[in-house]
């Protein structure tokens, strides 16, 4: 079993659909979980980070965690083309070493 | 704000050959990890660096290694080049650790032939 697991997609949405990201991680003692955005040829760029079970809102974004469930989840609304990327998802269980999932790549399609 | 700035962003060496990598992280942050991508394997975590000692390490050979210096600037070394070794190395930079978590350099693109 991979530590940090994602649908590798392609996730295809509509223009101004909602787009909704998954991430399953293994280790009980997680921490710290990050959504990372991945154009390509480019590097990570950190979208959204959350601790506490619950939702996080930033404008287009809502990240979700139940760690009971071990479960992380991004959501994405009114998706524009340039969401097209590849999202990442990445959990922290010890200092500052970040374990990321394989990715899943999302096309909005215009 | 300057970002984190990783050189050189292009590299090819030969099998056998060593090579190091510089990163120089954002002003104020202390905290410096390197990560391995490719596509294959995604991004896989090699060693982070904070205030001049080594952390927290991955799980790569000894021909892989990294150093610290006072002013928080990193680099890497990997010796005996192998072509499974061509990727893309990725340096981050944090405050303190992972508390808001890390900002990504461009990269250094390195093809071993």
């Known amino acids: 079993q991979k530590e940090v697991e994602q649908n590798s997609g392609p996730l295809s949405v509509p223009e101004g659909a909602i787009a909704s990201l998954n991430c399953t991680y293994s280790?009980?003692?997680?921490?710290?979980f990050f959504w990372y955005r991945q154009y390509s040829g480019k590097s990570p760029e950190l979208i959204m980070f959350?601790?506490?079970?619950g939702d996080k809102e930033d404008g287009r974004f809502t990240a979700q965690l139940n760690k009971a469930s071990q479960y992380v989840s991004l959501l994405i609304r009114d998706s524009q083309p340039s969401d097209s990327a590849t999202y990442l998802c990445?959990?922290?269980?010890?200092?500052?070493?970040?374990?990321f999932g394989q990715g899943t790549e999302l096309s909005v399609k215009p | 704000k300057a970002g984190v700035t990783q050189t050189p962003r292009y590299l090819i060496k030969t099998r056998g050959q060593q090579v190091t990598l510089s990163c120089s992280p954002i002003?104020?942050?202390?905290?410096v990890s390197w990560y391995q991508q490719t596509p294959g394997q995604g991004l896989q975590f090699l060693f982070e660096?904070?205030?001049?000692?080594?952390?927290n390490k991955g799980n790569f050979p000894g021909r892989f290694s990294g150093r610290q210096f006072s002013n928080s600037r990193s680099e890497m070394n990997v010796s005996t080049l192998e072509l499974g070794d061509s990727a893309l190395y990725l340096c981050?930079?944090?405050?303190?650790?992972?508390?808001?978590?890390?900002?990504f350099g461009s990269g250094t693109r390195l093809t071993v032939v």
């Open positions: 660096y904070f205030s001049e000692t080594q952390r």
């Open positions: 002003s104020g942050h202390r905290s």
């Open positions: 990445a959990v922290n269980n010890q200092g500052g070493k970040l374990i």
């Open positions: 981050a930079s944090s405050r303190t650790g992972t508390s808001y978590g890390y900002t």
């Open positions: 959350i601790y506490s079970n």
């Open positions: 280790d009980r003692g997680s921490q710290s």
